[in-house]
């Protein structure tokens, strides 16, 4: 009883900090790109913070399925760090280029369909395989969809696209803007979600490792 609330404690808590990783490295780097030059100082620096919080995530990703039990990686983390990056940053030059709110939300299926084979060579990763031995799983289809469309709707808001309600835009909110709190908490429940999906299916077929130290799946506490 009490290691299966370690276990799952420490599952939530890893979930809880994958999902304040990837909305600050999204709102930071979105932050600084948004009137900036795409070969700008602003840019460029949004671009190196964005790629340092995918790369901390996916290292949280690892050790929440697996705890400290098997080696990282290397190779596999750098590699998927990468091409999300690389997704994020042309998933926002199409939005500039695209018009109007369909524009918008074309950008966001065209990085639904982009994130598919990402999320399938993250889970393969995870369960020790080859990043690439397969490139879409049926979870991982809608795991990508539910990123998109957080990422969508968090754009749509932010940028003033959608408006808000009156008594919403009233409320006082200390350095932000309602906007901007409104579109980081859709961006933040839909991220949630999805590293909470993924821990749980990552979770189901990663099997029991005989070396000492918790484990997200099967055991928590060294022995």
Known sequence: MIRETIRTTVRGVGVVCLTAVEVTALSVWFGLMADADPLSVPALVGVGGLSAGMLVEALLVHVTVNGWSRPIPAQAVAGLTLAETALWVCWFAVVRWAEGVLGVVAAGLALSIALVPRHTAVDNAVRDRNALASLVQRATVGLAVLQAAGATAWLLVVSGAVAL??????????????????????????????????????????????????????????K
């Open 165 to 222: 309600p009156e008594w919403l835009l009233a409320v006082p909110v200390a350095g932000f803007s309602a906007s901007a709190v409104v579109g980081a908490g859709l961006l933040a429940g839909a991220v949630f979600a999805r590293h909470l999906l993924a821990v749980r299916h990552a979770l189901r077929g990663v099997p029991e490792s005989p070396k000492a130290g918790w484990r997200s799946s099967h055991g928590t506490v060294r």
